[in-house]
Every structure is written in C-alpha cells, then in structure tokens.
C-alpha cells in the first residue's frame, strides 16, 4: 500500500526526479533492496549519533554516505539473523522505548511531524524499535555470551600495563551551592577564622569532593584551576552561587590491582568483543549474497 501511495505522488512530480530517487536501489541484501531514502535516512541518524566516525570525512559526503552504506548493510544482516533465531521481544519493551521517544519532543504534535516528515507512521516506527532489540538480543546472544576475562588475564594486563595504570591529578575540594548569600558570608567568616574543619562542622551546606576537574562542571573546574591550596572563590552561575574552597591537591599515583580491576576487566572484555564481533559480521557476509550500487 505504501508504495503504491509513493507511485500515485510520483505521477505527479515525475518531471522533478524525485521519485527517481525514492526508488534508486543503491545495495541487495539477499535480495532484499535498499533504496537511496533508506540510506540517506540512516546516514542522518547514524552521523548525529556517531560524528566521531565520520570525522575524517570532512565535506566528503559521499565517501561518508559509502561508510554508512557499510553499517546499513551489516545492521540488515544482523537483523535477518535475529529474525532466524525465532529471538522474542515482548511488546511492554517496545511500549517503553515508544514512550521514551515521544516523551522526548515538546508535544505530541510535534513527534507526528517528526513522523511525517521522516515517511514513518507509528507502526513502522515500533516496528524499528522492535528491530534494534531483536539485534542487540542476537548481538549478545552470538556475541557478547561467549566472551570470558579470567583472573589470570586480568593480572596479566595489570603486571604489563602497571605504570600505565594511574589515577590524575585530583582536587580535594569543599563546595557550597546555594541562592543565599549570608550563608556564604557565615562559611567565609568562619574559614577565615577557625579553618575548614570548623567551617565544616558550622555548615550543613558544605560537600567534600575528592575528584579530578573533569569529572566537574566546566564552570566549576574553571573556578578550582585559579585557587591554589588553602583559598577560596565564590562565584555566580546561573541564579545560584557557589563557593569553592581549595583544601589540598593529590599528585597521580600508580592504582593497586583492586582499584583497577573493573576498569581493566571492561578493556579486555571489549576487546575481545570487538573481535568476536566483526568475525561473527564478517561471517555473515561471507554466507550472505550482496551487490553494491551506489
């Protein structure tokens, strides 16, 4: 039906090409056709969310729309596996992402624009909710739930990469946010006189933070770097003061294996995946018929 409706409109703008380009086949995937729209509409969503992937680019968009081509491919590939795996995704799971999406725009009016103006309608666009959870379940379920990291490569990482292993410059830090100035007043008066510990202990409103500067805000990191130890600065930002008090700072020290553990677990488990992964990819194009004609 829905072609058809397209093939109505294109007896009308027939002259202008632009059902020419609607119907372009740029790539089969087993058969199953990709048209120029599928990709120029995959190619937006994939580069608003992925720019660092495209970077190199630069104004080259058509060897980027070629990268994106690539991705599309394997995305149909892996999602005809998920569907061969009989995977279920139970319609409550679907239900929530539509809401998340919908919830996300100003209104409902301007989610239905956002449809209309991307050709969906709401069933389509479940139906690609629905899509990307069958391929993230045959993703883990092919992938991700043959991958183990044992104690011994852990260890292993941690004696070769040990130096590497290092906690940054941290900031020990006392941070007050409030619209109230006279309680600013009070925390100064008694830091000038008595010390932080005793400021502290006079003010509820006084957070310690023992952290690196780009785990702050950026407002806040800015206001840290100018204080040296045992000062402080008070700053508006927004309709709210903040006062920052500078008590030490930490130089970097090597991590014990405890500390880094979970950090080099996820490295390794990563990497393993991105093996496991384009092997498995790679698999299934081998198996799978595919012409290019873009």
Known sequence: MKRLILTIICLFFISTGYCEEIFKIVAKVNDEAITAKDLDDYYKIIRYRQPEQFASFGSDEAG???????????DRLILEEAKKQNLNIPSTMIDEQFNKVVSSYPSR???????????????????RIRGQFLMQQAIGYSVGSYINVTPQEISDYYKEHKKEIVAG?????????????NILSATAKTLKEK???????????LVRLETELKDLKEEIAAMVKELKEGEHS?????DEYYFVYLEKT???????LEEAHDNIYNIIWNKKFRLRFENWVAKLKENAVIKIYL
Do not use: C
Not at 250 to 256: D, N, V
């Open 109 to 127: 009016e301007d989610f239905e624009n956002s449809l209309i103006e991307r050709g969906l309608n709401v069933t389509q666009l479940k139906e």
């Open 169 to 181: 410059l941290k900031y020990v830090i006392w941070i007050i946010q409030t619209k109230d100035k």
């Open 250 to 256: 930490l130089p970097p020290r090597e991590l014990s």
């Open 234 to 238: 008070v700053k508006k930002i927004g």
């Open 64 to 74: 980027a729309k070629k990268e994106a081509l690539g991705k599309l491919i394997e």
């Open 195 to 205: 010390g932080i510990q005793e400021a502290s202990k006079h003010s509820m409103h």
